[in-house]
């Protein structure tokens, strides 16, 4: 008989994840004896719950970025697979502008939670997540796809996106007593719709038909849940769902500081080796990032777990290219989510002078905005261009009050029509100085407004970081608008030799986000969205060919 020793089936590492700041009002600490126990107010949880849908429905990990990059920079990959990755690069720096989410696919909320022992609140917790994820769907602009069955065959849209998954453990782990932890998942239709399990036995527990076996099934996971996938794959399981549950935690990274060898006990563990398979053989099959090439996934994530010796369960599960998901951490000192990134245009290929033609136009910004335009619809995209004179400086949250203003019926500010726009936002004066660093923001996270903007008789003119979307290239040629690319990253430059007055025009009390007014002299640019439909980032960032083959490589 062997001697008891209690195993974690699934034993964590403590977790390296950044995190915000998002709250410390709500939460004390009461102490009875020799116990400290955390005290929650629900509102701490409705709060978290808000903030959380969100960042993930706007921002994604650095890491993820990362990747899509990687595949951009890959001399190896096909033309689809870097055309594919650098869409979803151009869509993340919309989204990150907080208006239009990544897809349109809001998901399905989910919550999976770990709660300490000594953790105290009024409850029930679930009550106070479902709040916060109601305010997050009615205030932002998220799609509701919950449906009620009114019997088998009838069913109604909830109208809130709720009911939501919310699952909560205790946690018994030392040390977290008096914590409590929250993963949250915006699961959409089509990559849930992806997860699978297989009922097999201890004939594919063997390299040979382990691969073979994933070989046909990894194809069936096809395309339409929008590649390249972060890829899951459990082996075992004390039950059939346990495995599934264990594949979708797996598929957004929350189970990467699992051990990396196996024992005696039961423990469960990520098979590195085995990850390094998988990935190459999706490489192999040719589906690529949805239309051919190797890119099919991101990466792979492959646990081993504990079984029953007449059962073999194996699940398989997708994060899709939206990879929507976070961590949220309360305790003694405050709530805190995950930092998710919130510039993905730095990850994009960078505009610079060695794209563009030598030749330099010079244009007087304080001519009038009809002149300006005229000078600007004789230039082809790409000229390099230099900017003297005034410039407005607007950016997110300015841009969200001239909405408000437009939407009550009021004029847009004559300011925005007589002036270009300059999406940026200054550091501090130093002394000495006419501005502090003032280089451009990411220009994407305006891209909602430019067409409305331009229709009321403004924004014709803009200058920032980075590509835009379609829509604005369509609202520049129907209004006669034009976009000016600024080379991102020499802001300090930029305010020492290019700007020469700096002065708030409108909403000071926003700070930084206000509306300024600029002088600048020798401001370098160039033209990337002419008033002809012409996008410089869709000449240069065009695949070769569009190979749409999804068999694999010949």
């Given at each position: 008989?062997?001697?008891?020793?209690y195993?974690?089936?699934?034993?964590?590492a403590?977790?390296?994840?950044?995190?915000?700041?998002?709250?410390?009002?709500?939460?004390?600490?009461?102490?009875?004896?020799d116990?400290?126990f955390?005290?929650?107010?629900?509102?701490?949880?409705?709060?978290v719950?808000?903030?959380?849908?969100?960042?993930?429905s706007?921002?994604?990990?650095t890491?993820?970025?990362?990747?899509?990059?990687?595949?951009?920079?890959?001399?190896?990959?096909?033309?689809?697979?870097?055309?594919?990755?650098?869409d979803?690069?151009k869509?993340?720096?919309?989204?990150?502008?907080?208006?239009?989410?990544?897809?349109?696919?809001?998901?399905?909320?989910?919550?999976?939670?770990?709660?300490?022992?000594?953790?105290?609140?009024?409850g029930p917790?679930?009550?106070?997540l479902?709040r916060?994820i109601?305010?997050?769907?009615?205030?932002?602009?998220l799609?509701?796809?919950?449906?009620?069955?009114?019997?088998?065959?009838?069913?109604?849209?909830?109208?809130?996106?709720?009911?939501?998954?919310?699952?909560?453990?205790?946690d018994?782990?030392?040390?977290?007593?008096?914590?409590?932890?929250?993963?949250?998942?915006?699961?959409?239709?089509?990559?849930?719709?992806?997860?699978?399990?297989y009922?097999?036995?201890?004939?594919?527990?063997?390299k040979?038909?382990?691969?073979?076996?994933?070989?046909?099934k990894?194809?069936?996971?096809?395309?339409?849940?929008?590649?390249?996938?972060?890829l899951?794959?459990?082996?075992?399981?004390t039950?059939?769902?346990?495995?599934?549950?264990v594949?979708?935690?797996a598929?957004?990274?929350?189970?990467d500081?699992?051990?990396?060898?196996g024992?005696?006990?039961?423990?469960?563990?990520?098979?590195?080796?085995?990850?390094a398979?998988?990935?190459?053989l999706?490489?192999?099959?040719?589906?690529?990032a949805?239309?051919g090439?190797?890119?099919?996934?991101?990466?792979?994530?492959?646990?081993?777990?504990p079984?029953?010796?007449?059962?073999?369960?194996i699940?398989?599960a997708?994060?899709c290219?939206a990879?929507?998901?976070?961590?949220?951490?309360?305790d003694?000192?405050?709530?805190y989510?995950?930092?998710?990134?919130?510039?993905?245009?730095?990850?994009?290929p960078?505009v610079?002078a060695?794209?563009?033609?030598?030749?330099?136009v010079?244009?007087?910004?304080d001519?009038?905005m009809?002149q300006?335009?005229?000078v600007?619809?004789?230039?082809?995209?790409?000229?390099?261009?230099?900017?003297?004179?005034?410039?407005?400086?607007?950016?997110?949250l300015a841009?969200?009050?001239?909405?408000?203003?437009?939407d009550?019926?009021?004029?847009?500010?004559?300011?925005?029509k007589?002036?270009a726009?300059?999406?940026?936002?200054?550091?501090?004066?130093p002394?000495?100085y006419?501005?502090g660093?003032?280089?451009?923001?990411t220009a994407?996270r305006?891209?909602?407004?430019?067409?409305?903007?331009?229709?009321a008789?403004?924004s014709?003119v803009?200058?920032?970081?980075?590509?835009?979307?379609?829509a604005?290239t369509?609202?520049?040629?129907?209004n006669?608008?034009?976009?000016?690319?600024?080379?991102?990253?020499?802001?300090?430059?930029l305010a020492?030799?290019?700007?020469?007055?700096?002065?708030?025009?409108?909403?000071p009390?926003?700070?930084?986000?206000?509306v300024?007014?600029?002088?600048?002299?020798?401001?370098?640019?160039?033209?990337?969205v002419?008033?002809?439909?012409?996008?410089?980032?869709a000449?240069?960032?065009?695949?070769?060919?569009?190979?749409?083959?999804?068999?694999?490589p010949?």
């Open positions: 008989m062997t001697s008891f020793n195993t974690e089936i699934l034993p964590l403590e977790n390296p994840t950044e995190f915000r700041l998002v709250t410390t009002e709500g939460i004390s600490t009461t102490t009875i004896g116990r400290t955390l005290n929650i107010e629900p509102s701490v949880l409705e709060k719950a808000y903030e959380a849908i969100h960042d993930i706007h921002y994604l990990r890491s993820h970025l990362e990747q899509l990059r990687s595949i951009i920079d890959d001399s190896t990959a096909s033309p689809n697979d870097r055309f594919v990755a650098t979803l690069m869509n993340a720096n919309i989204a990150a502008g907080g208006v239009l989410p990544m897809c349109q696919d809001t998901g399905t909320a989910i919550i999976s939670a770990k709660r300490g022992s000594q953790v105290l609140t009024t917790d679930e009550e106070s479902s916060g109601y305010q997050a769907y009615q205030k932002l602009n799609r509701y796809s919950q449906l009620s069955p009114l019997n088998m065959w009838d069913e109604k849209n909830t109208g809130d996106n709720l009911p939501a998954q919310i699952e909560i453990y205790s018994t782990k030392p040390g977290h007593e008096n914590s409590y932890e929250l993963l949250f998942i915006a699961k959409g239709g089509g990559s849930a719709n992806k997860s699978f399990l009922q097999e036995t201890k004939a594919v527990l063997n040979a038909s382990f691969l073979q076996f994933m070989d046909e990894l194809r069936l996971i096809g395309t339409s849940a929008c590649p390249p996938y972060h899951a794959i459990v082996v075992g399981g039950s059939a769902e346990y495995a599934l549950k594949s979708k935690l598929s957004t990274k929350y189970l500081t699992l051990p990396t060898s024992g005696p006990d039961g423990n469960g563990y990520r098979d590195l080796e085995m990850e398979e998988i990935l190459k999706t490489q192999s099959f040719g589906i690529g949805q239309f090439g190797k890119y099919f996934c991101h990466d792979v994530r492959v646990i081993r777990l079984r029953h010796g007449a059962s073999c369960p699940a398989i997708v994060s290219s990879d929507r998901q976070a961590i949220v951490k309360i003694a000192t405050g709530a989510i995950e930092a998710l990134e919130k510039d993905p245009a730095r990850f994009l960078e610079t060695e794209h563009f033609a030598e030749d330099v010079n244009i007087n910004l001519q009038p009809d300006i335009r005229k600007l619809s004789g230039l082809e995209v790409k000229t390099r261009i230099s900017l003297t004179g005034s410039l407005i400086v607007a950016r997110d841009h969200a009050k001239i909405l408000e203003m437009l009550r019926g009021e004029e847009l500010p004559q300011y925005f007589d002036h726009v300059y999406y940026a936002g200054p550091a501090k004066t002394e000495g006419a501005s660093s003032f280089g451009p923001t994407g305006m891209d909602a407004y430019v067409d409305r903007f331009q229709k008789g403004g014709y803009m200058l920032a970081k980075g590509n835009r979307s379609k604005v369509k609202a520049c040629q129907d006669g608008g034009f976009y000016l690319g600024s080379i991102g990253g020499p802001a300090a430059r020492k030799d290019n700007i020469t007055k700096v002065e708030v025009l409108d909403f009390e926003m700070g930084m986000e206000a300024w007014k600029i002088q600048v002299k020798d401001f370098p640019a160039f033209v990337i002419d008033d002809k439909g012409n996008d410089f980032y000449e240069t960032l065009r695949p070769v060919t569009l190979n749409i083959s999804v068999g694999p010949a």
